[in-house]
Each structure stands twice: as structure tokens, then as C-alpha cells.
């Protein structure tokens, strides 16, 4: 069997007792360095995730008869390999198990409720800044290419009033939440998801 566990955002007081047991009876861990490096305590045999895809799907085929657990960061089904791994393997070998998402993480310790939150992702991809704007609150994973400062470069240029709150490296003992307006947004942010909000509304 196939288990994709979402870890949550990074400490393991955020891992369910659900997904730290089928980690933990896996005989293969499946993950990226970081998420593995998390799991030190594990003593089966482990498998680096690279951007092959689907060479992992045909090695997780090949191995479904052995109980294999893929770590996915946050929860696997939001802007996780949750989506690939359902699409690509057979439905009755896979077992999802939720996580904690580093958005709601945020919103926790932020004390700011998700009623009516949009959520989505420019990681790896240029979302669509017309469309998002019109929401008044919204939270997107990122990624190194577009990050905090090139959010806050489209407020700017819209000519439009949000605040920014930036989550980076959550849960994690360098942790910093940061709560600005779009011009103070300078480069240089670590792991991170970005809130944008209309306090107008
Ligand atoms: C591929 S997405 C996965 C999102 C994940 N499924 C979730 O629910 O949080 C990776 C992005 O999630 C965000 N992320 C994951 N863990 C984080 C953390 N501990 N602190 C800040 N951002 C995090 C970052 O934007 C990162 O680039």
C-alpha cells in the first residue's frame, strides 16, 4: 500500500499520531531532504524525491505490495503531490492522510479566522494577480520566483491597499510572521506563504 501523509509544517508537534504511525510501520519512506531529515528516528530504508515524477510513480507501482509511505509537507492535497499521486496510481493502493497546511498553521498564530479565504500557489507558476486581487483575503504558497516581493510589486502597481502578512520557515525555531504594507516588502524571505489582505473590507 501507498500511504501519502501530510507531516504539517515542519515541527513534529504538528504530526498527527495517525501520520507518525504509518510513517514509522513503513517499510520505505519516501520524501524530500528536509522532510526526511525530520524522521531521523526511522530505521526502514528511505528514497530521496527528486522532480521525476514519474519515475517515482513507476518505482511505487513496482513496490505497492510493501508498505511505503510518502511524506508530503503541510497537507497533501493542498499544492502537494497529494493530486499527482491520486491521478497516477490506483485508487485502492493509495491511502491520503491530511496534515496540517502551513496556511492554517498561519492563521493560527495570527489569530485570524480562514472564513472566506481564497487559497492558492505561485509556486512554479504565475498566478493570475486580476483574479486574485478581487478576493479580499487570500493566501498563496510560494516559491523562489515569485515570492513576497513580486506580490507586493502587483499590489503596488494596481495601485491597491492590502496588508501582507508573511509566514516564513512556520513552526520552525527560526520562525518569523511578518505584517506589512506592500512597499515595505523587500527581497530576502526564507521558506514562505503570504496572506493578502483588504482590511478595508
Ligand atoms: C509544494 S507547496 C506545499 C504546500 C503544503 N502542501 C501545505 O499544505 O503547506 C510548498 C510551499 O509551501 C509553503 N510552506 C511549506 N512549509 C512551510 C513552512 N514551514 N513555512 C512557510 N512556508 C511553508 C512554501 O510556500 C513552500 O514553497
Known amino acids: 500500500v501507498i500511504n501519502v501523509v501530510g507531516i504539517g509544517p515542519g515541527d513534529r508537534g504538528y504530526l498527527t499520531p495517525l501520520a507518525l504511525e504509518l ?5 520505505w519512506l519516501v520524501g524530500g531532504e528536509r522532510q526526511l531529515a525530520a524522521f531521523d528516528d526511522f530505521v526502514g530504508n528511505k528514497r530521496r524525491l527528486d522532480s521525476r515524477l514519474t519515475d517515482l510513480v513507476g518505482w511505487l507501482t513496482a513496490n505497492q505490495h510493501l508498505t ?19 491521478g497516477a496510481l490506483d485508487d485502492k493502493n493509495i491511502r491520503l ?5 502551513s496556511i492554517q498553521y498561519l492563521f493560527s498564530r495570527i489569530g485570524l479566522d480562514m472564513n472566506d479565504l ?25 516559491d ?26 512556520l513552526s520552525y525555531a527560526d520562525e ?7 512597499a515595505q516588502v523587500a527581497d530576502g524571505y ?6 493578502i489582505l483588504n482590511e478595508g473590507q
Do not use: C, W
Open 118 to 142: 481564497y487559497l492558492t500557489s505561485s509556486h512554479g507558476k504565475t498566478p493570475d494577480f486580476d483574479f486574485i486581487l478581487q478576493h479580499n483575503k487570500v493566501a498563496l504558497v510560494t
Open 144 to 169: 523562489t520566483v515569485i515570492g513576497p516581493r513580486q506580490i507586493a510589486e502587483q499590489i503596488i502597481q494596481r495601485g491597491l491597499r492590502r496588508t501582507l502578512i508573511i509566514g516564513e520557515n
Open 68 to 86: 511505503v509511505t510518502v511524506l508530503a509537507s503541510g497537507d497533501p492535497m493542498l499544492y502537494g503531490i497529494g493530486k499527482y499521486l491520486s
Open 176 to 182: 518569523r510572521i511578518h505584517i506589512l504594507a506592500p
Open 190 to 195: 526564507d521558506l514562505n506563504v503570504v496572506v
Open 97 to 101: 492522510v491530511s496534515g496540517i497546511s
Open 23 to 27: 510513517i514509522m510501520q513503513s517499510d
